[in-house]
């Protein structure tokens, strides 16, 4: 069972800016996507960013131009760098990872709050 830590989440003002980070305890190397979605109160969780095998990614429409999602193999980790943090940003974020053959897995979760 592979295990996502995250980590990074918190209060910050409108503007400011928060590094996402999910740390998975055994090698992504292979993996066929890692990325975070999103949940808010009263709403379906979505894609917020997701970063392929190859290097690709993917971003929702509502972050593009203000996230960036990135990855090292080395640490097994993949991090997300939000800018421009607006208040329809507050949600739970979460940390998932497809790997071949075993399925998608998932984190806990971490609070991310934008005050206004």
């Known amino acids: 069972q592979v295990q996502l830590v995250e980590s990074g989440g918190g209060l910050v003002q409108a503007g400011g800016s928060l590094r996402l980070s999910c740390a998975a305890s055994e090698s992504i190397s292979s993996f066929n996507d890692m990325g975070w979605f999103r949940q808010a109160p009263g709403k379906q969780r979505g894609l917020v960013a997701i970063i392929t095998k190859d290097g690709g990614t993917n971003y929702a429409d509502s972050v593009k131009g203000r996230f960036t999602i990135s990855r090292d193999n080395a640490k097994n980790t993949v991090y997300l760098e939000m800018n421009s943090l607006k208040p329809d940003d507050t949600a739970v974020y979460y940390c998932?990872?497809?790997?071949?053959?075993?399925?998608?897995?998932w984190g806990q979760g971490t609070q991310v709050t934008v005050s206004s």
């Open positions: 998932t990872l497809n790997l071949p053959r075993r399925g998608r897995y």
